[in-house]
């Protein structure tokens, strides 16, 4: 394990929205940084807390539905109804990270794991099932690396507990329910990260080439038949610069779900419920549409679940939040600035 926690090296500075005109209503520009990663040279962008609509209301919920329909046929709006009711969250500045995860960097996650065995387990096995046909990453010579050619993939068929211990490696966490859809939408509550309208091109989806014929939309190319390499899609940066919160795999986040949690979150910095054996994630994936890109969708997996169109990308608490929370003095000197 690294010792040393969230120390960052500041690589750019850019104005939150307003270095790009998504053509969609783009909130009051507010300084960030982009910083780099020490642990695992992650790019993470800052995102200035604040309030927003979490979740959908009536009309976006009849929306949402209806674009299904036109899309598929057949939908039911209790898909979506887990989206609401619509609840004011407010939300303390933090950190995330800029891409998904890739398959390099969870490789080296790996590496610096002591094999403590689980029963017949390893403790690799329970983060990330490496004999799976979608796993890209590989063990040669008693070291993981990615396969050649998918460094810079998302990594997938990683469990929950795999995707929170990489965060923990890292000096990060995993973002909340909360963060990411703020991340994704912003105060102005876009329905995707770019916008409102979907554009097939602007994330990989499952496109024309996606291999599964049922579902797929034969409208767009987006060039990847199954994942694509982070960060491919600058057109569908969020309103702070995040990339690929719509498509390319699911993210896991810290929440459990809860269907009917909406009604009865805390407004502050909420955690999710408290039991429940489902985590939350978000964003659609390479094996999903528009349906599921929404960035108000919630969909739920065990924690154990490794999926091929599932992966994570991590969050971190900023020092000045973590010192008006009460956190002993060595965590918040190592916070992020
Ligand atoms: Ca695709
Ligand atoms: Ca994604």
Redesign the pocket.
């Known amino acids: 394990m690294v010792a040393t926690t969230a120390v960052v090296t500041l690589v750019s500075q850019t104005a939150c929205g307003a270095t790009r005109d998504l053509g969609h209503a783009t909130p009051e520009p507010t300084a960030t940084n982009e910083h780099s990663r020490l642990e695992d040279g992650m790019v993470t962008v800052r995102v200035p807390g604040g309030d927003f609509e979490m979740g959908s209301t009536d009309a976006e919920v009849d929306q949402a539905l209806q674009l299904c329909e036109g899309a598929y046929g057949d939908c039911q709006r209790d898909w979506f109804e887990d989206e609401q009711p619509a609840h004011t969250v407010s939300l303390d500045t933090f950190r995330i990270d800029r891409t998904?995860v890739t398959n390099a960097q969870f490789a080296a996650f790996l590496n610096a794991q002591s094999e403590a065995a689980e029963g017949d387990l390893t403790w690799a096995d329970v983060m990330v099932d490496l004999n799976s046909e979608h796993c890209r990453i590989e063990r040669a010579d008693e070291r993981f690396r990615a396969e050649e050619g998918y460094s810079d993939h998302?990594a997938v068929m990683i469990s929950w507990y795999g995707a929170k211990a990489y965060c923990a490696w890292a000096g990060a966490r995993l973002p909340t329910e909360a963060e990411w859809e703020y991340a994704a939408r912003g105060p102005k509550r876009s329905v995707y990260p770019w916008g409102d309208a979907f554009e097939g091109t602007r994330l990989n989806s499952c496109d024309a080439s996606c291999p599964f014929e049922d579902w797929r939309d034969a409208a767009y190319d987006d060039g990847y038949a199954r994942t694509a390499p982070v960060g491919t899609y600058p057109d569908g940066a969020s309103w702070c610069g995040v990339l690929?919160?719509?498509?390319?795999?699911?993210?896991w986040v810290a929440d459990r779900y809860g269907a009917d949690y909406y009604a009865r979150s805390p407004r502050r910095n909420p955690q999710g419920p408290d039991s429940g054996r489902f985590r939350v994630q978000?964003?659609?994936?390479w094996t999903a549409t528009l349906r599921d890109a929404r960035s108000a969708r919630r969909h739920r997996y065990p924690a154990s679940w490794q999926d091929h169109a599932v992966?994570f990308?991590c969050a971190m608490t900023l020092r000045r939040e973590l010192a008006a929370s009460g956190a002993p003095p060595s965590d918040v000197r190592t916070a992020v600035p």
């Open positions: 998904e998302p690929d919160m719509a498509g390319n795999v699911w993210e978000r964003g659609g994936s992966g990308r």
